[in-house]
């Protein structure tokens, strides 16, 4: 199972809105609305900020936004703050009844 | 407070075995499918392999299938992950991550994660 396509560096200024891709195939991101994102920040554990293609977990702020367009998920981040800085990584369900992850994306406020 | 302890985790020479543990507390452990996930130093997320809530059923990325076992223990509050045949590139980080949301039979999203625990396979 090959890794879903991620740009490697995103980045924008402070009240920017910016827009993660995650490129997949119809054996996963394409199958099943099953696309999740995760923020990990530098020796931390990832978190949980979308799942479902665009559900937000209680707390998570709605200025993080999902959506899937065929082999293709995506994560918008409006009004770009300081602390969003981080690497994010989307995840799907597989066809063969697996996850595979993203390769990830670093996102630097300027 | 929801919280996820990994443990086990150290340095082994290659071919060698290892056996993590997730010790799970603040939450009803029983009724959550459980996912083991790794990250190489400085590399990205890999997803390893996930378990039902009762331990029926399994499954493994292919990069461990056939050396790797997922378990629980459900009366103890804890998932592992036996590792044999240990690769020097098995070297990484290992997580165990909460499945925060079903519906239909399946279940997604990691809502929960533990700190870590560093696996290194050197010789």
């Known amino acids: 199972q090959s890794a879903l396509t991620q740009p490697a560096s995103v980045s924008g200024s402070p009240g920017q809105s910016i827009t993660i891709s995650c490129t997949g195939t119809?054996?996963?991101?394409?199958?099943?609305?099953?696309v999740s994102w995760y923020q990990q920040h530098p020796g931390k554990a990832p978190k949980l900020m979308i799942y479902d293609v665009n559900n937000r977990p209680s707390g998570v702020s709605n200025r993080f936004s999902g959506s899937k367009s065929g082999n293709t998920a995506s994560l918008t981040i409006s009004g770009l703050q300081a602390e969003d800085e981080a690497d994010y990584y989307c995840s799907s369900y597989t066809s063969s009844s697996t996850e595979v992850f993203g390769t990830g994306t670093k996102v630097t406020v300027l | 407070e929801v919280q996820l302890v990994e443990s086990g985790g150290g340095l082994v020479q290659p071919g060698g075995s290892l056996r993590l543990s997730c010790v799970a507390s603040g939450f009803s452990f029983s009724r959550y499918w459980m996912h083991w996930v790794r990250q190489a130093p400085g590399k990205g997320l890999g997803w390893v392999s996930r378990?039902?809530?009762?331990?029926?059923?399994?499954t493994y990325a292919d990069t461990v299938k056939g050396r790797f076992t997922i378990s629980r223990d459900n009366a103890k509050n804890t998932l592992y992950l036996q590792m044999n045949s240990l690769r020097v590139e098995d070297t990484a980080v290992y997580y165990c991550a909460r499945v925060g949301y079903c519906s239909g039979g399946s279940c997604r999203g990691m809502d929960v994660w533990g700190q870590g625990t560093t696996v290194t396979v050197s010789s």
């Open positions: 119809s054996s996963d991101v394409g199958a099943y609305n099953y």
């Open positions: 378990i039902n809530n009762d331990g029926s059923w399994t």
